[in-house]
């Protein structure tokens, strides 16, 4: 268990519809990055939130948003979803986001477009 | 543009055996190469970070090399076991990309009894 809570595992909805997963990170990291991991693309980095700021970006479409909260949890929110949204969403936590630390994956939420 | 490659081929080995496997990237400068493991439907988990300046890692029975010269990566377990079955990824991270992990598309070990 890697301290990374996130929720819910499994989502099934709709072409055209919005979601919200939500992440919270080990206790006591500031860090929390977002990834995408889908059969063809692989693990994809989107973003990243350092202490309630967003700190780096990778290939978010425009579609999907998130934030970081004060009490540090994270929500990555799809919308106008698509058939190829179908994926493995990952969440992972570190201390501080520096280039050499360990990220810690949560279990993933399973999202289903159908 | 860049690339990281492994070995799409899955690593079948027997129990007790050396598996290696590779990771060749191009158009990257990494500070970092960090390597996970993988299981079905499960996140990512860390196992070992070398530096660009370091040439070897070990930890336990896993053991990573960087050439930064020939823009490579070798991950080694040794005296394998079952339950060593899992994909294995390797991540790069440059200097201006602080957080930002670039994932290989993994490489599938299975080791038989």
């Known amino acids: 268990d890697s301290g990374v809570t996130q929720t819910p595992k499994h989502l099934i909805t709709a072409t055209g519809q919005r979601v919200t997963l939500r992440c919270s990170p080990r206790?006591?990291?500031?860090?929390v990055y977002w990834y995408q991991q889908s059969l063809d693309q692989g693990l994809q980095f989107l973003i990243q939130?350092?202490?309630?700021?967003?700190?780096a970006k990778g290939n978010i479409l425009e579609r999907f948003s998130a934030q970081q909260f004060p009490d540090l949890h994270s929500e990555l929110n799809l919308s106008s979803l698509e058939l190829g949204d179908s994926a493995l969403y990952f969440c992972?936590?570190?201390?501080?986001?520096?280039?050499?630390?360990?990220?810690?994956f949560g279990p993933g939420t399973r999202l289903l477009v159908l | 543009s860049q690339k990281i490659e492994q070995n799409s081929e899955a690593l079948n080995i027997q129990e007790g055996k050396t598996a290696t496997l590779t990771c060749n990237y191009t158009?990257?400068?990494?500070?970092?190469l960090q390597w996970y493991r993988q299981d079905p439907g499960r996140g990512p988990v860390f196992l070992l970070l070398?530096?660009?300046?370091?040439k070897e890692k070990r930890k336990e029975r896993l053991k990573v090399t960087f050439d930064t010269t020939l823009k490579q990566s070798l991950f080694h377990i040794t005296a394998s076991q079952p339950a060593d079955s899992a994909t294995y990824l390797c991540?790069?991270?440059?200097?201006?990309?602080?957080?930002?992990?670039?994932f290989g598309a993994g490489t599938q070990v299975v080791v038989t009894p």
């Open positions: 992972a936590s570190s201390a501080s986001g520096g280039a050499s630390e360990t990220q810690y």
């Open positions: 206790s006591g990291d500031l860090s």
């Open positions: 939130y350092y202490n309630g700021e967003e700190r």
């Open positions: 158009n990257y400068s990494p500070a970092y």
């Open positions: 070398i530096r660009e300046n370091e």
């Open positions: 991540a790069l991270m440059t200097t201006d990309s602080w957080g930002k992990l670039q």
